[in-house]
DNA sequence: TCGAATCAGTGACCTAGGTCACAGGAGGAA
DNA sequence: TTCCTCCTGTGACCTAGGTCACTGATTCGA
């Protein structure tokens, strides 16, 4: 029966959309589990890049590094998300480092695998499609931000986004938990942390938010979207 | 004759790559050709997006505007190069502003058939899959120039890339001709035009290119490159 | 429950690079 | 040629935000 948990699993995992049972057993065939500590890298940019992950339990970030020791967070991964370069590239090397940020759990599958399935499967090279558009997408948004907005514009959507995204629980729906470190946060943003917890003062002075322990709360959405323009 | 033309053209654009002379020829039935002026716009960011353009000759800009006029070019395309939405995605609108830089021709697809055409046929979407990874990987390299990286290193990035991928004059494997001007390559840069002028200059007093109309000599591309860590 | 380590806030300082302003080319139409 | 427009270089100035150096909070393992 943990067999079924499995491909129940791999049922809500995107990239493999739309199979069925029995594809879903091949697949489950060829993936092999993991577990990374928090802090552990999965993959290192610029390394020649052999399997492709998916992760099943946790959070991983793919971020690049300066040389020095500033980091700007690309992408951050969570269950079901899937970390692959393109089957059909000659050259498989990583373009980002991957990072445990929690302890995950994750699904590989060997490069050779994985070239089979997607010239096996074309839905597969359907859902990969639709993957890398969405990640298109908001790599675009972070080129526009990181080049064009200063760092409190993109604090401010940071955390509008975040309350977009979380699941509001009845009678607190300004409250936002946050489960980042202001580092964390300071990554994404391409800012220092210094900078993220000076903006975070500022919007609190401001009445517009208030600040406790792991979470934030939104005091006035209507002022922060002002601030986008 | 002139047919047979299009055909051959349409052989060497990737989108279309390992097609037959027949599915070239049902590919041809459906695109459009138009001209655009220098300065004109195939399409606005945010607008629904609802065809696809494949540049026949000239180049296209995708960049993204600020609120106070600034511009970041995430990619310019040349001949063969191709700009599409994810067809499977629902929402279909541009992330970004195409411009002509030069007067252009291009063809373009309607969205349906674009869409017939990536279902009936798995090529495209292996050629999807490639092109989306190729640019994600470019994205990616953008995200961590503009986020970590300053101004004089990616402009001499900018500088030997270009000398990489022009094609070397006999005799003047050093002579780099630049058809852009210093607010276009700030634009790429994220940067803004009068810093690029600024730090060519520092270059040229350095000794290691030398500035002529349109033109860029490289006189010491080792110095250059060191100048990149 | 008590260090030890990791986080968070804040002040002081500095610099990369954006903005403004202007002057000298260089090309193009008339 | 002459005027006009667009491109380029450079100086002066200013500010966003990075870095350093602390001091308090929190959290956590033993």
């Not at 890398?132 to 080129?143: G, H, V």
């Not at 995204?165 to 489960?179: M, T, Y």
Request: with cysteine.
């Amino acid at each position: 029966m943990a067999q079924d948990k499995l491909i129940s699993d791999l049922k809500s995992v995107p990239l493999f959309k739309g199979f069925s049972e029995s594809e879903l057993g091949s697949v489950k065939s060829c993936l092999r589990e993991k577990t990374f500590d928090k802090g552990e890298v999965l993959f290192r940019e610029g390394e020649c890049c052999h399997r492709v992950f998916i992760v099943r339990s946790g959070r991983v970030k793919l971020c690049r590094t300066s040389s020095t020791g500033r980091e700007q967070t690309l992408e951050t991964l969570g269950p079901g998300d899937t970390c692959a370069c393109n089957p059909g590239s000659s050259t498989w090397s990583c373009s980002s480092t991957a990072e445990a940020v929690t302890s995950v759990q994750v699904w590989f599958l060997s490069r050779d695998d994985y070239i089979r399935m997607v010239n096996s499967n074309s839905k597969i090279s359907h859902s990969l499609n639709l993957l890398f558009a969405k990640r298109l997408q908001s790599f675009s948004s972070l080129i526009e931000e990181v080049s064009l907005k200063d760092v409190k514009k993109r604090l401010v959507k940071f955390l509008l986004d975040m309350l977009h995204a979380s699941v509001p629980q009845r009678g607190e729906e300004n409250l936002l938990s946050l489960p980042f470190t202001r580092e964390e946060i300071a990554q994404r943003l391409g800012a220092a942390r210094e900078t993220v917890a000076r903006y975070l003062s500022e919007l609190k002075r401001d009445k517009l938010i208030d600040i406790k322990p792991k979470q934030i709360v939104i005091l006035d959405k209507k002022g922060l979207e002002k601030l986008l323009f």
